[in-house]
């Protein structure tokens, strides 16, 4: 199979992966609008071609938080990135670190913050939820502390899991769930071995090494449900803030009056994202709600975005858009799934190379120079 392009990984991953996974990742809530218009939005975005300007020499870096990033990327956390390759946190911090950019350990990953932060050479990022037991929250943030990580990732647009349809009807969920997951992991047996066998323990690692005893992943869905807290405002963040040495940024964010008070709250970042589409559907794109955010809080704090990104031109259309830095979720996970380490590090320099190319043809040679400008304004 000849892959060069996030969709060609797509269809790798459909192929090895067993449904109920694969369906996990690349579904989205209800009837899947937003994640729809996420990816047609973004690549609606029409670009201005400038051509005969001396592109002879371009920098695809930025600096963020005081880290320097080769391209204005970083992938985005994901939730049980361990069972769609064996160890998978592992080997996309490896891919993500060698490509010099952040990996963002999720809170519900396979494999705990101490197997992989001493497998990198840069800090990772810790992405956090808002759980029911503040215990485990806070230590968390002290393992990430003490494991180097950098940068607080806060997700605060899951008090309560969206509603998937696909989940229930591929087994990841729903009626006899055990038993149909059983039986495809039987029939894709190069996951089997790969991850069924090899990639033990399953487990939310990050949560069994607080409670000191196997989580499982039995019933993953039922335990998001009984332990995301809807109690959860800005008050609550306030200790965090407090116990943060690093910076702090707000993931979530889709709304410029919550950007504002992202910034009054005096977090660091924001990441505008609706997680991918998987949280309530029909709620706006990351394209169509970055420009306003952007003329809420461009300058006063950093703007991440994800949520419909697929390639180079997509990093360049979110910064055009008002983004200080691209994040990606999908696309390095269907890389991952179908190739490993070595799928998500040609991903990332397929995303460079793409990068490039829109940069060239627009005629800015660094990333501080991809503005507004860049953008086709119909009359
Ligand atoms: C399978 C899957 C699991 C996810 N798990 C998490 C998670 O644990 N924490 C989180 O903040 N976001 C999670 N997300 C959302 C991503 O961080 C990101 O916002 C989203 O994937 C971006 O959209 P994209 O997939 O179109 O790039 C998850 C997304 C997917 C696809």
Redesign the pocket.
Known sequence: MIISSTSDYRAAAQKRLPPFLFH????GAYAEQT?RR??EDMAAVALRQRVLKDMSRLDTSIELFGEKLSIPVAL??????GM?RRRGEVQAARAADAHGIPF?M????VCPIEEVAPRIKRPMWF?L?VLKDRGFMQNALERAQAAGCSTL?F?V??PVPGARYRDAHSGMSGPNAAMRRYWQSVTHPAWSMDVGLLGRPHDLGNISAYRGSPTGLADYIGWLGANFDPSISWKDLEWIRAFWKGPMVI??ILDPEDAKDAVRFGADGI?V??????QLDGVLS?ARALPAIADAVKGQIKILA?????NGLDVVRAIALGADCA?????F?YALAAAGEAGVKHLLELLEKEMRVAMTLTSVSKVADITGDLLVREA
């Open positions: 996990y990742i690349d579904g994640l996420n990816v985005s956390p994901v939730g049980l990135t769609y963002t999720s809170t519900v990953s992405q939820y990732v997700t647009d899951m993931k979530g990441i994202s609706n997680h991918g589409g998987r990351s994800d949520s419909g990104i697929r994040m990606i979720g999908r696309a996970i």
